[in-house]
């Protein structure tokens, strides 16, 4: 505890540490082992809803401020401030190599080129709000969003390479496996894994009595969602069926991580 308005993500670094952001505008890093703030990040002028760790220890943050945050963790100041989106920044995620993506409600993905603090390329495809952006372990980037559809890029032409239909509300959420599943989380209560072979749905994952917020993998191939009943589901993925049932929090589940 030490917020003071909703966590809208957490996320793990490779080392163990734990960030959050939150509707307060801030990013917190806790200290563990006292529960307490160990650093409260300030920098953000509206609601923090995305954190993202690179490989090597980077945070970095998205806000409905249409930035992206790079923090100095020494100084807990702002390192970097990014500035190419024209609305609310919904998502930050690093690939393994160190490239930086985020996704906004001007229906874009942004690749930054941090080397200039600017877009190295903008990915149109979308015909809504992106609210979830993803790499995978080989540098495959993926996108959900609004318009109810996940995106696979070719980075190469900056266009969609496979567009995958089949959630019938928006995609909330999108993360790949340390093997290349994609999974998809969405309003319309499921969870969908897609078999990028034919584009198809491979599993449809139903259990949840909500909306479903946000979908994670862990290293050893088990798989998360939240959902806005307050719920967590770790899923059985040989029965499609809730392996555990999570019962805890006393509101919305708006992000899970491992």
Same mark, same amino acid.
């Given at each position: 505890?030490?917020?003071?308005?909703?966590?809208?993500?957490?996320?793990?670094?490779?080392?163990?540490?734990?960030?959050?952001?939150?509707?307060?505008?801030?990013?917190?890093?806790?200290?563990?082992?006292?529960?307490?703030?160990?650093?409260?990040?300030?920098?953000?002028?509206?609601?923090?809803? +995305? &954190?993202?760790?690179?490989? !090597?220890? /980077? @945070? #970095?943050?998205?806000? $409905?401020?249409? %930035?992206?945050? *790079?923090? =100095?963790?020494?100084?807990?100041?702002?390192?970097?401030?990014?500035?190419?989106?024209?609305?609310?920044?919904?998502?930050?995620?690093?690939?393994?190599?160190?490239?930086?993506?985020?996704?906004?409600?001007?229906?874009?993905?942004?690749?930054?080129?941090?080397?200039?603090?600017?877009?190295?390329?903008?990915?149109?495809?979308?015909?809504?709000?992106?609210?979830?952006?993803?790499?995978?372990?080989?540098?495959?980037?993926?996108?959900?969003?609004?318009?109810?559809?996940?995106?696979?890029?070719?980075?190469?032409?900056?266009?969609?390479?496979?567009?995958?239909?089949?959630?019938?509300?928006?995609?909330? +959420? &999108?993360?790949?496996?340390? !093997?290349? /599943? @994609? #999974?998809?989380?969405? $309003?319309?209560? %499921?969870?969908? *894994?897609? =078999?990028?072979?034919?584009?198809?749905?491979?599993?449809?994952?139903?259990?949840?009595?909500?909306?479903?917020?946000?979908?994670?993998?862990?290293?050893?191939?088990?798989?998360?969602?939240?959902?806005?009943?307050?719920?967590?589901?770790?899923?059985?993925?040989?029965?499609?069926?809730?392996?555990?049932?999570?019962?805890?929090?006393?509101?919305?589940?708006?992000?899970?991580?491992?």
């Amino acid at each position: 505890e030490g917020h003071t308005a909703p966590v809208v993500s957490v996320a793990w670094s490779v080392d163990g540490q734990l960030a959050s952001s939150s509707n307060d505008d801030t990013v917190i890093i806790w200290d563990l082992s006292s529960s307490q703030p160990a650093q409260t990040l300030e920098g953000h002028t509206a609601p923090v809803v +995305s &954190v993202a760790w690179s490989v !090597d220890g /980077q @945070l #970095a943050s998205g806000s $409905y401020d249409n %930035t992206v945050i *790079i923090w =100095d963790l020494i100084s807990s100041q702002p390192a970097q401030v990014l500035e190419g989106h024209v609305s609310d920044v919904a998502s930050v995620a690093w690939s393994v190599d160190g490239q930086l993506a985020s996704g906004s409600a001007d229906d874009t993905v942004i690749i930054w080129d941090l080397n200039l603090d600017q877009s190295a390329r903008t990915l149109n495809g979308h015909t809504s709000d992106v609210a979830s952006v993803s790499w995978s372990a080989d540098g495959q980037l993926a996108s959900g969003s609004d318009d109810n559809t996940v995106i696979v890029w070719d980075l190469s032409s900056g266009q969609p390479a496979q567009t995958l239909e089949g959630h019938e509300d928006s995609v909330t +959420s &999108v993360t790949w496996s340390v !093997d290349g /599943q @994609l #999974a998809s989380g969405s $309003y319309d209560g %499921t969870v969908i *894994i897609w =078999d990028l072979n034919s584009g198809q749905p491979t599993q449809i994952l139903e259990g949840h009595e909500s909306d479903v917020a946000s979908v994670a993998w862990s290293a050893d191939g088990q798989l998360a969602s939240g959902s806005d009943n307050g719920t967590v589901i770790i899923w059985d993925l040989n029965s499609g069926q809730p392996a555990q049932t999570l019962d805890g929090h006393e509101d919305s589940v708006a992000s899970v991580a491992w």
